[in-house]
């Protein structure tokens, strides 16, 4: 099933003229996310994405979960660069998120900022630093939940112009109405594609 679903996404990507397709793994999870450039899409909107994402959490890189399924997700975001700031660039986004965590569905509507840094260092091929912060109140949680919480840094590397790799680091919380709950809190492995 998973496998369908990662190549679903790759498959679509070129048919959508999408921006960004990724793929993160560990030892015991894997996820995927694609990005379409709103403005590649014949939309006046320029520095404008919607994208989606799925990650297969797994009880190991969970806490207080038993029997973890798919985090599911759909995004919109604005990122431009910061104009006096070389190598910077800032976006807002709002995120929905859908999840079962022990038979009791989840919902959260986030709100966040994501940032991506050109590191100012002279190498063979750039170096990117990269970090987001979403935040849902209990007032932006539905169904079960309480409140949504995921804070994500990583360092990318660009061998090759348009295709990175890199490690990172995320936790996510996903808290119920009757418990604090982590999702995810794990180190990851990742390829990035921008078309």
């Not at 109140?137 to 090759?160: C, H, N, Q, W």
Request: no cysteine.
């Amino acid at each position: 099933m998973l496998k369908k679903i990662i190549l679903t996404i790759l498959v679509s990507s070129s048919a959508f003229a999408a921006h960004q397709v990724g793929v993160n793994v560990n030892d015991r999870e894997v996820g995927g996310e694609i990005r379409l450039d709103m403005g590649r899409m014949g939309n006046a909107m320029n520095n404008a994405y919607i994208g989606a994402r799925f990650l297969n959490g797994d009880n190991n890189n969970s806490k207080t979960i038993v029997d973890p399924d798919p985090l599911m997700e759909v995004s919109f975001m604005v990122m431009r660069p910061v104009q006096g700031v070389q190598g910077l660039k800032l976006g807002l986004g709002i995120k929905g998120e859908y999840t079962e965590i022990d038979g009791e569905r989840y919902a959260a509507i986030p709100l966040g900022i994501e940032a991506e840094l050109r590191l100012p260092i002279n190498t063979p091929f750039p170096f990117y630093l990269n970090g987001a912060f979403y935040y849902a109140p209990s007032v932006l949680s539905f169904k079960e939940g309480d409140g949504y919480m995921e804070t994500r840094i990583g360092l990318d590397v660009e061998p090759i112009e348009n295709a990175r790799f890199g490690v990172g680091y995320r936790i996510i919380d996903t808290d119920l109405k009757t418990r604090d709950v982590t999702y995810n809190d794990a180190w990851y492995f990742g390829m990035r594609l921008d078309f």
